[in-house]
């Protein structure tokens, strides 16, 4: 906070406030219409696509407002002291935030009623300033103005007049004036509500009395401000005049001491304020109550959900404080997170443009009275949370994960408001009117001996019947669907002496139910991150390096901090671990090495310092369960006792050495203050400035010390500055100069962050995901969760709205992607000619070498829409885009597909304004080109998220034409299987090699089952493999055979099961020399399945260590399946049934050392060693001459008989090879081929078909065969079904 940030010599930046100023008319100038708020117009035309001359001639007098309702400009009249050095005055921001709306006029007859209101300046570094301001109305004694005002009428009135002749309705009027305004429908009614005349009216004009302060306290701010109004309206004067009270908060009242309580004095009596001890939460003094009865605790716990996130927040009410409450209430239970990015709790008018802004923000917009929420234009809202204060109304962002333990964390919270007696659905009666005469029935309740009104429940809506705000409220509850119930009044309130809480007590209490509530989401999160430690990644020898590389850093390891966490939490965690604020707290964590540590830092650290000593609970961090805070008591006492017991007292206000005869008192008038006596602080008067000069010193060595070890300081401001500004390029709108140059500069800084995000994400994850798919082809270790990976593509996507969403003409439907790519198909469907896309036609084919031909997938950005637009599953623009964001990812064709969607000139110049980020030539290039670097890894993002929507596939079926005929007279099927599902039996039409079919998304493609039932007369059919497609992501799936189909040749198989590999999307290759990635995934080759089955003593025969090795690969993958998190393993079919899984390898041992594999020219197989085995077992056991075999071995030699006879008995055209396969698939997944193995070791037909040296008679082996085989017991396999269809065991 500022303040304490860089503090110059001597005590000044101890002091309680800073400046103290005074906004209002000035005289001289007279009456000036806002140009502020003429820009805010012309920014309304623009944004509405009306060209700035009908916007001019609306707004320059803005003449269709009465002159009351117009803005003026306001102008700071004295602000004391003139400066101070390490809290620049800002002349023109705290003019614009003390009179948002600048001046304004009202008669006798309107309500003039004081307003309190607080405001925030943040500064681009991130430190911030307070204001509190007191706007009260004072009588205008320039007859000059008064005489300005009525003539201003007579050509408002003239003006009106000829509208309603015109047109006998004033719609005009109705969104910008009040209420009154808009029903006024005739000429009579108009003049009677918008009328002054200098002869019979009164006029008065706003004015303020504003404080700047470093730290914010809120009520002791507002006690003084309002006794200070009280000075100025009441008959007496006040004891001492002004000058001395307000000469005392600036100079003589200190900041309480951490930890202390400070009392000082306003003009009538003490105030008290108080500052929470080093290790207590930060300072937050705007009352959470009203926050909660505002939104209501669920509407909260959601936005609260968003700023976590890091959307956009756009808060909306007519009230300043309410805006600002809310604000500040929300970031403050962020504790010990901060937030980042631009926070403008009030935007002025004239700085409208900045919901424009491609960056997160959390912003407060002041609704006019009338206006509805769909007359407000947004720039964005793919990713907006907007949060209607006063309608106790959220709008929430379509896909966002809910905060983990919601429901029991929102029980906690409404314990703690129930016994406050605050309703946890907050309070939609919390309107001034409404509190106002809320407070009368009270007074009435208690003053009401005879009982005649039930005391525990009332209906509000039937006290308040007549209040014409509350039947404006109830129609518009009723539009919202929200429900006006009876409302509880708690005992609470009657119970005390006078019917009343004092004043101190309700303050008391707000306090207490302040940190109570505050206590209960900081414990949240340091149950969350009670180990975050663990996995921050303390890289850098020092500072220095730390910050010059910080961007090429990884500081925090997220991988394993999200496979440690409850599975439950893992979608909010993902998200919320990649945000700004969650980087910049680890940033501090690390810099804490160097640094003292970030206060916020170090609060939370003792937090988890305690949990770890109170409960020494390692292994209940894993878990879900959700544990209640227990700090709640000595929170709330701390407070009451540091109020209870005042720590120090600052000096009493005293007259000043004042000139006689000034400022002298009016009632009801702000005098002139003596700007001499205020401009400078006491020499030394005071007793805490040398208190403070020692602990300045020590600071100042600090400094000294800090510069001196690091860089210089401009150059470390800069590395800081570099190093945090992802997505915080402009961290804080500047609110004083807004030249068009200034605007345009603004613009330029937006265009730059988007791209470094652009480029830093796609970094992020394509480092990620090649990380991940080096470890499937071996190197090192995975660093990305199926999980991780989703949040990235979903950020990917939001900041791809973002991008579209800067400086947009006109905005037509929540998603300006989705508008922008209908648009464009539009236009393309129009020109007949150019629906072919340019990038080849749809005739052309892809030849294999065996010339049979898969068509080419035509690339077309149209297609990929049409094909997002038919998914009846997805129903709003928002979710179109992001659908088909991930299907052109997914193809590889995000960037080209973009490209060409920009390539349209005409219609981007249509749709934005010149400095949105897609009309910056080379910006957008460069953008292009990031996203192009993102083809180099294979993403799965569209497959693998729409599971259940059905999806077009080709089948092509390709022989080996040299040694077959291309097709067979028998009638061929296929059913192919993926991760999701299978299709089912299909027939292949006669004499056809493919067909299209369409069934349920079956995700990757694992294995395809290919038959036919040997009829006619070419039943022998060669197969070199089978291709398929899946129509809508394009990727093609290869699944190898090379082997026949047919009775009497190779193993007399009549089908075959054959593994998948995805095949490379280059069209202008063959297909029979695609390359293929990752390599484990290939089918059995050709070379292998002819090898084994002709065995003829080839020269790449493996030997017996090679073999060795490859079973031992073959489980070692197997395991680390296992070992991966569910949602990241990968196909386990492949790993046994693929090119060097365990059935290989397995065949690989029985192959070893059989003897000749030609007896009388018929081929021999391992099948028929299996079943020699199997009629020795079952002919030895019916002779009983085994008797001395243990019973376990009796029931290994059951059970393999058993399993060999169902596959054999199977109604499935299997040949030899693939019942070896399914019998070892079996034996895996039933853990019994580590007893299998010996039985077959020992059996006499052994002897017959194998050498002396085979491995399978070697005792050794056989043993370490058995071990190796035995790691898999534990683990619980579950095979696909198309490897084992029709095998009963």
Not at 368 to 376: A, I, V, Y
């Amino acid at each position: 906070m500022s303040g304490s940030g860089n503090p110059a010599p001597g005590a000044a930046p101890c002091r309680f406030a800073h400046y103290f100023v005074l906004c209002g008319i000035d005289a001289e100038s007279g009456l000036e219409p806002d140009e502020l708020a003429v820009l805010y117009q012309y920014l309304q035309a623009d944004l509405h696509g009306k060209s700035s001359d009908t916007a001019d001639k609306t707004s320059g007098e803005n003449f269709d407002q009465s002159p009351l309702r117009r803005t003026f400009k306001s102008k700071v009249l004295a602000h004391y002291p003139q400066n101070i050095e390490w809290n620049p005055f800002d002349q023109d921001a705290v003019n614009m935030l003390c009179m948002p709306k600048g001046l304004s006029f009202r008669t006798q007859a309107d309500n003039r009623d004081p307003q309190l209101h607080s405001f925030i300046i943040t500064r681009e570094d991130g430190s911030r300033t307070y204001g509190f301001v007191l706007t009260f109305y004072e009588e205008v004694t320039s007859k000059q103005i008064c005489t300005a005002m009525q003539t201003l009428y007579q050509m408002h009135n003239a003006e009106q007049y000829s509208s309603v002749c015109a047109s006998s309705s004033c719609s005009m009027d109705s969104l910008a004036s009040s209420i009154d305004d808009a029903d006024a429908t005739s000429l009579a009614k108009l003049q009677r509500y918008n009328s002054y005349d200098i002869s019979r009216d009164t006029l008065y004009v706003s004015k303020c009395i504003c404080l700047i302060t470093p730290l914010p306290f809120m009520q002791a701010c507002k006690k003084f401000l309002i006794q200070l109004y009280k000075a100025v309206t009441s008959q007496q004067p006040p004891p001492l005049p002004l000058e001395s009270y307000i000469h005392n908060i600036l100079y003589e009242v200190p900041l309480p001491p951490p930890g202390r309580s400070l009392k000082f004095y306003g003009v009538y009596e003490p105030i008290i304020c108080q500052r929470p001890g080093p290790n207590e939460l930060p300072l937050s003094d705007y009352p959470l109550r009203e926050v909660f009865e505002l939104l209501g605790l669920e509407n909260l716990v959601q936005v609260f959900t968003c700023v976590l996130l890091e959307m956009q927040i756009l808060l909306y009410s007519q009230d300043y404080q309410r805006l600002m409450t809310v604000a500040e209430g929300i970031t403050t239970l962020l504790f010990p997170f901060q937030w980042q990015h631009v926070y403008v709790p009030i935007l002025p008018a004239s700085l409208l443009h900045f919901l424009d802004a491609p960056v997160p923000y959390l912003m407060g917009l002041q609704s006019k009275e009338g206006t509805d929420r769909s007359k407000l234009e947004l720039p964005q809202e793919a990713n907006l949370c907007f949060v209607d204060i006063d309608n106790h109304f959220i709008e929430l962002p379509e896909e966002f994960p809910q905060f983990p333990n919601k429901l029991e964390f929102i029980q906690e919270i409404s314990e703690v408001l129930l016994q406050f007696g605050i309703p946890p659905e907050g309070n939609l009666h919390c309107s001034d009117s409404a509190t106002k005469l809320k407070n009368l029935v009270l007074s009435d309740l208690v003053n009401d001996k005879n009982g005649n009104i039930p005391s525990n429940a009332l209906n509000m809506y039937e006290l308040l019947k007549g209040n014409e705000t509350i039947a404006r409220l109830q129609a518009l509850a009723k539009r919202t669907g929200v429900t006006m119930e009876k409302m509880t009044i708690s005992t609470p309130l009657t119970e005390e002496k006078d019917g009343k809480l004092s004043c101190e007590e309700l303050e008391l209490r707000d306090y207490k139910l302040n940190v109570q509530l505050r206590e209960v989401f900081a414990n949240r999160f340091t149950q969350l991150f009670a180990d975050y430690e663990a996995f921050v990644i303390q890289a850098a020898p020092d500072m220095e390096s730390w910050l010059t590389n910080r961007e090429q850093m990884q500081n925090f390891d997220k991988a394993s901090f999200l496979s440690d966490q409850p599975e439950p939490y893992l979608p909010f965690l993902s998200h919320f671990i990649e945000t700004q604020m969650f980087a910049t707290f680890i940033d501090n964590k690390i810099m804490s090495q160097w640094e003292e540590k970030d206060p916020f830092l170090r609060v939370f650290d003792s937090r988890i310092e305690k949990i770890r000593l109170y409960n020494v609970r390692a292994p209940a961090l894993r878990t879900s369960n959700y544990q209640k805070c227990s700090t709640l008591k000595e929170a709330a006492q701390s407070i009451e006792q540091r109020l209870m017991k005042i720590d120090h007292t600052a000096i009493h206000p005293h007259l000043l050495d004042m000139k006689i005869g000034q400022g002298k008192y009016e009632q009801g008038f702000f005098p002139k203050l003596q700007s001499d006596v205020l401009a400078t602080g006491p020499t030394n008067n005071n007793r805490w400035a040398s208190r403070s000069a020692s602990t300045q010193r020590r600071k100042d060595r600090l400094r000294q010390h800090s510069e001196h070890i690091a860089l210089d300081n401009d150059m470390r401001e800069k590395y800081m500055q570099e190093a945090r500004s992802l997505g915080k390029n402009l961290r804080q709108p500047k609110l004083s100069d807004l030249s068009p140059a200034v605007i345009a500069q603004t613009n330029w800084k937006f265009v730059e962050g988007l791209l470094k995000e652009c480029r830093m994400k796609t970094k992020r994850m394509l480092v990620e995901k090649m990380g991940h798919e080096a470890v499937e082809l071996g190197h090192g270790e995975a660093n990305i969760t199926g999980l991780e990976e989703n949040t990235l593509i979903a950020s990917l996507c939001d900041l791809l709205e973002r991008i579209w969403s800067h400086g947009l003409q006109v905005k037509q439907g929540k998603s300006a992607l989705w508008s922008h790519l209908l648009q464009y198909q539009e236009r393309e469907e129009k020109q007949e000619h150019s629906a072919e896309s340019p990038v080849g036609g749809g005739t052309e084919r892809r030849k294999s070498d065996t010339g049979i031909t898969l068509p080419t997938l035509r690339v077309s950005l149209i297609q990929d829409m049409r094909h997002v637009q038919n998914m009846s599953e997805i129903k709003t623009d928002v979710g179109r885009a992001r659908a088909w964001i991930r299907l052109s990812l997914e193809k590889k064709l995000l960037s080209q597909h973009l490209k060409q969607l920009l390539s349209n000139q005409a219609l981007a110049k249509k749709l934005y304004k010149r400095y949105a980020f897609l009309r910056c030539e080379e910006e957008r290039e460069q953008f292009l080109y990031h996203l192009l670097s993102l083809n180099a890894v294979d993403y799965f993002c569209f497959t693998s998220v729409f599971t259940t929507i059905m999806i077009p596939y080709r089948s092509v079926i390709i022989p080996i034409k040299k040694l077959s005929n291309a097709i067979t007279t028998s009638n061929p099927w296929i059913c192919v299987s993926g991760e999701l599902g299978d299709s089912g039996v299909m027939q292949i039409p006669k004499n056809h090699l493919e067909m299209t079919f369409e069934c349920q998304n079956l995700g990757k493609l694992t294995t395809v089952q290919i038959g036919h039932d040997n009829s006619g007369l070419l039943a022998k059919w060669l197969v070199d493999c089978v291709m398929v497609r899946n129509e809508i992501t394009g990727h093609t799936y290869k699944f190898p055979c090379g082997r026949w189909l047919g009775k009497g040749v190779d193993d007399g198989s009549l089908e075959r099961i054959l593994i998948g590999e995805l095949v490379s999307s280059t069209s202008d290759e063959e297909l029979g020399k695609q390359c293929r990635t990752p390599p484990q995934q290939k089918s059995p080759t050709v070379t292998r399945r002819l090898s084994i089955t002709s065995l003829t003593g080839r020269n790449t025969k493996p030997n017996a260590g090679q073999i060795q090795e490859g079973i031992g690969e073959a489980v070692n993958n197997i395991v680390k399946h296992f070992h991966k998190p569910e949602k990241e393993r990968g196909s386990l079919t492949i790993l046994l049934c693929g090119e060097n899984g365990l059935v290989a390898a397995l065949e690989q041992v029985f192959h070893h050392g059989f003897k000749s594999a030609r007896i009388f020219h018929k081929n021999v197989f391992i099948w028929d060693f299996i079943e020699k085995a199997v009629a020795y077992f079952e002919t030895s056991d019916q002779i009983g001459d085994n008797e001395e075999a243990l019973l376990l071995q009796r029931s290994s030699c059951k059970t393999f008989c058993h399993y060999v006879n169902a596959i054999n008995t199977a109604p499935r055209n299997i040949g030899k090879d693939g019942k070896f396969q399914i019998l070892v698939c079996l034996g895996t997944r039933d853990h019994l081929l580590s007893q299998w193995i010996p039985l077959l070791a020992e059996c006499p037909p052994i002897t017959r078909m194998y050498e002396e040296n085979a491995l399978l008679r070697d005792r050794m082996t056989v043993n370490s065969l058995i071990r190796v085989l035995q790691t898999l017991q534990d683990f619980n396999i579950i095979l696909e079904g198309s490897l084992i269809k029709g095998v009963d065991v």
